[in-house]
């Protein structure tokens, strides 16, 4: 029997939400990836080694409920950014900033659901070189986005489905032409004003920010909305009947800086208050005025300094390893997102 290699594998997602929870939805979009292939496992399983049988072994053994779960790691660009945070967060509003001179251009704006429990899903192909599967009821439990000097930014995203797998024969679908992310893309603002709201498509930040770009070693940002399974009583089917976020959204961002000064520390003993804007702008969208890029900025409209330790590298740069706390703004809330490229929807 012949060797089987990954090598000429893919995987595919649908742009567009599931009409209900698991109700499989036409894959349109090709996303290359990294890391292992899905596998939907045995969650629950009861066998009858506790039972009083006349045997001295399990005789039974029985099935309650499946899963998949995975991550899907690949290098940032705006259309993996976008549908991954949008099914993790829940809220998107889309727009054009210039279609008469962009008629291209998409602007989408991602922020946390807070009206709704439920997630939203997708439906996922992967062919792993030797049988190709489909997997509906795809959803998200957290993103992380990361980057350092001389790299690529790269996103992980948590995604679970609801442990039904079929026999898929669908065409490979198309990528977007969209070039990754990379360090010399992304600045990172500290300070300034944050104005303007996403219904106007008015958002900017003003003032005077910080530019700490050249002291910026890496970053990390993760969002997580808690997700989890739910397996309703009288669905005999083994699998996930729907997927509920949890009370809240849990964010981890941590910074590494080269020392300059004592800023970081003094401004983590006075439990200064700032906004963090992470703008990370690719190429000219083509087809237009050349004014339009793929991008993707970061929002965090309240933030504070949470821990600040000093330490040095190998040639005695004074570093400091910065985590902060993500705080909920009235107006703004938590975090915003805001991406462009050509892409006309997602989840609609």
Same mark, same amino acid.
């Given at each position: 029997?012949?060797?089987?290699?990954?090598?000429?594998?893919?995987?595919?997602?649908?742009?567009?939400?599931?009409?209900?929870?698991?109700?499989?939805?036409?894959?349109?979009?090709?996303?290359?990836?990294?890391?292992?292939?899905?596998?939907?496992?045995?969650?629950?399983?009861?066998?009858?080694?506790?039972?009083?049988?006349?045997?001295?072994?399990?005789?039974?053994?029985?099935?309650? &409920?499946?899963?998949?779960?995975?991550?899907?790691?690949?290098?940032?660009?705006?259309?993996?950014?976008?549908?991954?945070?949008?099914?993790?967060?829940?809220?998107?509003?889309?727009?054009?900033?210039?279609?008469?001179?962009?008629?291209?251009?998409?602007?989408?704006?991602?922020?946390?659901?807070?009206?709704?429990?439920?997630?939203?899903?997708? &439906?996922?192909?992967?062919?792993?070189?030797?049988?190709?599967?489909?997997?509906?009821?795809?959803?998200?439990?957290?993103?992380?986005?990361?980057?350092?000097?001389?790299?690529?930014?790269?996103?992980?995203?948590?995604?679970?489905?609801?442990?039904?797998?079929?026999?898929?024969?669908?065409?490979?679908?198309?990528?977007?032409?969209?070039?990754?992310?990379?360090?010399?893309?992304?600045?990172?603002?500290?300070?300034?004003?944050?104005?303007?709201?996403?219904?106007?498509?008015?958002?900017?930040?003003?003032?005077?920010?910080?530019?700490?770009?050249?002291?910026?070693?890496?970053?990390?940002?993760?969002?997580?909305?808690?997700?989890?399974?739910?397996?309703?009583?009288?669905?005999?089917?083994?699998?996930?009947?729907?997927?509920?976020?949890?009370?809240?959204?849990?964010?981890?961002?941590?910074?590494?800086?080269?020392?300059?000064?004592?800023?970081?520390?003094?401004?983590?003993?006075?439990?200064?208050?700032?906004?963090?804007?992470i703008p990370i702008i690719g190429d000219v969208i083509g087809g237009g005025s050349g004014d339009e890029n793929y991008r993707c900025e970061l929002y965090f409209p309240i933030v504070e300094y949470l821990e600040t330790p000093k330490t040095y590298?190998?040639?005695?740069?004074?570093?400091?390893?910065?985590?902060?706390?993500?705080?909920?703004?009235?107006?703004?809330?938590?975090?915003?997102?805001?991406?462009?490229?050509?892409?006309?929807?997602?989840?609609?």
């Amino acid at each position: 029997m012949a060797i089987k290699h990954i090598v000429s594998g893919w995987r595919g997602f649908s742009k567009g939400k599931e009409t209900s929870y698991g109700t499989v939805k036409t894959v349109d979009t090709l996303l290359n990836f990294k890391g292992q292939p899905a596998d939907v496992k045995v969650k629950d399983q009861v066998m009858n080694e506790d039972e009083i049988s006349g045997f001295s072994e399990a005789t039974t053994r029985t099935i309650l &409920t499946k899963s998949l779960e995975l991550t899907h790691e690949q290098r940032a660009m705006p259309h993996n950014l976008a549908l991954f945070m949008a099914l993790c967060m829940g809220k998107i509003t889309t727009d054009q900033p210039d279609n008469v001179n962009d008629p291209a251009a998409y602007r989408h704006y991602l922020e946390r659901d807070l009206t709704t429990v439920d997630l939203k899903s997708v &439906t996922m192909v992967e062919n792993d070189g030797v049988q190709q599967k489909q997997y509906p009821g795809i959803f998200c439990k957290s993103v992380e986005i990361k980057g350092d000097r001389e790299g690529f930014v790269e996103m992980t995203a948590e995604i679970m489905g609801n442990g039904g797998q079929s026999n898929n024969a669908e065409s490979k679908p198309s990528a977007e032409a969209e070039s990754y992310l990379r360090y010399g893309d992304m600045t990172f603002k500290r300070g300034g004003s944050l104005s303007g709201t996403v219904a106007a498509q008015s958002l900017a930040v003003g003032g005077s920010p910080v530019d700490l770009s050249s002291k910026l070693r890496s970053f990390s940002y993760k969002i997580d909305n808690l997700a989890r399974p739910i397996y309703e009583i009288g669905d005999q089917t083994k699998q996930v009947s729907r997927a509920e976020r949890g009370r809240r959204w849990e964010h981890t961002l941590n910074c590494q800086f080269e020392v300059e000064d004592t800023s970081h520390h003094d401004a983590m003993l006075a439990g200064t208050q700032y906004i963090l804007h992470i703008p990370i702008i690719g190429d000219v969208i083509g087809g237009g005025s050349g004014d339009e890029n793929y991008r993707c900025e970061l929002y965090f409209p309240i933030v504070e300094y949470l821990e600040t330790p000093k330490t040095y590298d190998d040639n005695g740069i004074l570093i400091v390893d910065a985590n902060f706390q993500v705080l909920e703004d009235s107006t703004y809330g938590s975090v915003i997102a805001e991406i462009h490229n050509k892409v006309v929807s997602y989840l609609a």
